[in-house]
């Protein structure tokens, strides 16, 4: 009986109320609607990721009247309010029945969509948990026909079903309509549109009561759907959490850069359809390596001319959310590029300068430098070209002797690479990418490289972009483009037939990290550069995976479909590249067609010094460490020499004449002498040590 007179009171208050108080109007609720997702968007306007920026609340786009179903609009009227299309704001008939209800002990709500509406705009007239009190019932009535005074119907209704909760965090029937149903409004049939109606009365209702509330509401409207159906949609749509199978998640690591703010809507530079196909081939090669321990990769395309970022993709086979385009990873050979465009530049080598691939010992602040080639093998004498083709480490490791580690490092910086530490601590490694970079910065400077000298900053966004500046020499960088793009140069080292070799004309460099941890492949076409990385973000090894086998075959694929219908010329040569035949005496490689800077020209190319008159390794003095992991019948040291000749251990000979001799060592000290013709032998001493492994 108390809450009876409370509610006739209410009415005839409401009745006196003044309505002088203006309601908000439509379309200032509908500019203050603020999704709780920010959406990243192609550089054609298509969205490519979506990022969720309030996590208390899920809401979407708002849906305006025209965009739903015609079905839900029928089922939440018939749910909710009856007579919704007749009355102004408040159903005086539901409430005195209501009334009633009340004083035969079955109470019931009575509220008209109008009158949700105003509780869901004003927190003051929100209920608590034991309903709403009398004072908030006289102002949700008051305010439900302030705004039938000012709103239409359809505006009502369509506010009414932007701004009500659902389900758990699900605000609005776009957010209700995909998580439960996987779809958007305008597709929802007749028994999804019962389902999200009756959730209206309870939002988090269990299933049972969910079920029992839709059978009621199907049989009233005459339905084509019965109970059963409706329960096995019930018992889906509410096991099934939190669907997002309608959010594009093509680019996640850049909506992660972009994104920050709810409802933000951001259009890139990324072009959608590579991005997917950049993805799904990196996808592809991770599934083919994995059984080699290989779980991710990432890859990166930008536009030589403009720096735009094309394709930005960061591939793993588990969960891992690390970025791999921004994550630094130790370089490996890719810093080579650079070492030798420095070096033409200053004028200390040109392409066809000859460089010694022999053992080396350096005597640095850490100790004894020994750098190996990747192969542990020694070519002798070889030209500039053929070193850097070839990716042979020693030779770069005497380029930056000529270079120096320093100026060698301000060039690295001047590129863009961020370098903490100093030009002492990376020492002559530098030279063979000891150094950690990353993706986004070693695809920039090759971009340099493809653009001859000249850079900016890549861009996500699309505008004017940055101005190019002048950071390296236009000549010296087209002798490195023409060298990477040499595929005989290149064969010394990886044969004629390789994953490096395209269709159309592309420069490219491969680089593998220590123990295998990370691999490259980055190089440029006439339009475009492209990048690609592969490893593990944990930095386990890999297994027998090298920069030609695990990262070149998708950079590749990613070149072939960029130029599937264009082609992609040769660089013009800047002013001041001269070609002159070439030859070397001794013929230490084929006479050819060589490219100089102006002024560094050569006809003939001489070997200086005396050419097959000294043991090349091992050193005199080295001292030779025996691996105890390696069983001894295994390990081997190669003795070589720059000729033909004979070779005396210990005064024992070591079979035939040869320039090269395998032994199986042994601890001790050791005198080696080597002996061409009827010239006096030479001889070095070295050292083994160790214990021999265990069998």
Not at 365 to 391: C, E, H
Not at 424 to 445: E, P, R
Not at 562 to 584: C, D, E, M, N
């Amino acid at each position: 009986m108390f809450r009876t007179r409370h509610l006739v009171l209410a009415l005839s208050l409401a009745s006196l109320f003044s309505l002088a108080n203006a309601a908000p109007s439509f379309d200032e609720i509908r500019r203050q609607w603020r999704p709780s997702e920010a959406w990243l968007l192609d550089r054609q306007g298509q969205p490519l990721a979506v990022k969720r920026t309030n996590l208390n609340e899920r809401r979407l786009p708002w849906v305006s009247l025209p965009q739903l179903s015609p079905a839900l609009k029928q089922a939440v009227i018939m749910s909710e309010d009856r007579r919704f299309l007749s009355h102004s704001g408040v159903d005086w008939q539901a409430l005195a029945g209501a009334a009633v209800d009340q004083t035969e002990g079955s109470p019931r709500g009575a509220s008209t969509l109008t009158m949700q509406l105003a509780g869901l705009l004003d927190d003051d007239l929100k209920a608590d948990a034991k309903g709403r009190s009398l004072l908030q019932k006289m102002g949700q009535i008051n305010a439900a026909r302030q705004l039938e005074g000012q709103w239409t119907k359809d505006q009502i209704l369509e506010a009414y079903l932007n701004l009500a909760p659902f389900r758990g965090e699900a605000i609005g029937v776009g957010a209700a309509a995909q998580r439960l149903f996987g779809k958007l409004p305008a597709g929802l049939n007749q028994g999804e549109s019962i389902v999200l109606a009756v959730l209206l009365r309870g939002p988090n209702a269990n299933a049972d009561t969910v079920s029992r509330r839709a059978c009621e509401l199907a049989k009233a409207m005459q339905a084509r759907v019965g109970c059963a159906y409706l329960q096995g949609l019930i018992s889906q749509a509410l096991s099934l959490g939190n669907r997002s199978r309608l959010d594009p998640n093509d680019a996640p690591e850049v909506a992660q850069r972009l994104l920050s703010q709810p409802g933000q809507s951001v259009k890139t530079t990324l072009d959608g359809d590579l991005q997917r196909v950049v993805r799904s081939i990196l996808h592809r090669q991770l599934t083919d390596l994995a059984a080699r321990n290989v779980n991710n990769a990432a890859a990166l395309v930008m536009d030589n001319h403009t720096g735009q970022v094309l394709a930005y993709v960061s591939e793993n086979l588990g969960s891992s959310q690390v970025d791999g385009v921004q994550a630094k990873r130790q370089a490996g050979s890719t810093l080579k590029p650079f070492l030798y465009q420095l070096a033409f530049a200053q004028r200390l080598l040109t392409p066809a300068s000859l460089l010694d691939d022999s053992p080396v010992n350096l005597d640095t602040a850490g100790g004894m430098y020994m750098p190996q080639n990747y192969d542990k093998s020694f070519r002798g004498i070889v030209s500039t070209r053929t070193s850097l083709a070839g990716s042979l480490n020693i030779p770069a490791v005497r380029t930056v002797l000529l270079t120096g580690v320093e100026p060698f490092y301000k060039h690295l910086k001047a590129l863009g690479f961020e370098l903490p530490k100093t030009a002492d601590f990376y020492g002559f490694s530098l030279a063979l990418g000891s150094a950690d970079v990353s993706l986004w910065q070693l695809t920039n400077a090759f971009r340099t490289l493809a653009n001859q000298g000249r850079t900016s900053e890549p861009t996500l966004r699309l505008t004017n972009g940055p101005t190019q500046r002048v950071v390296a020499d236009a000549g010296g960088s087209w002798l490195v483009s023409d060298i990477l793009s040499d595929r005989g140069a290149r064969a010394t080292s990886f044969g004629l037939e390789n994953p490096l070799a395209t269709r159309v004309w592309a420069a490219v460099k491969t680089g593998t990290s220590k123990d295998m941890r990370d691999n490259w492949c980055v190089g440029y076409t006439s339009r475009y550069t492209v990048g690609v990385w592969i490893g593990n973000f944990t930095g386990e090894p890999m297994w027998d995976v090298s920069g030609v086998s695990g990262a070149a075959p998708a950079w590749r694929e990613i070149i072939h479909r960029l130029h599937a219908s264009q082609p992609s010329q040769p660089p013009t040569p800047p002013k001041g590249i001269v070609t002159q035949v070439i030859r070397y005496e001794p013929a230490v490689e084929p006479a050819r067609m060589e490219r100089f800077l102006a002024g560094t020209e050569a006809q003939v190319i001489h070997l200086a010094g005396e050419v097959g008159s000294h043991i090349r390794y091992p050193s005199p003095g080295e001292v030779i460490a025996l691996d105890p992991d390696i069983p001894l019948a295994r390990q081997r040291i190669r003795f070589e020499a720059t000729g033909s000749g004979q070779w005396v251990l210990n005064g024992k000979a070591l079979g035939a004449p040869a320039d090269v001799v395998w032994w199986q060592p042994a601890p001790g000290r050791y005198t080696l002498s080597w002996q061409q013709g009827k010239r006096a032998p030479e001889r070095i001493q070295f050292e083994v040590r160790g214990n021999p492994p265990r069998r």
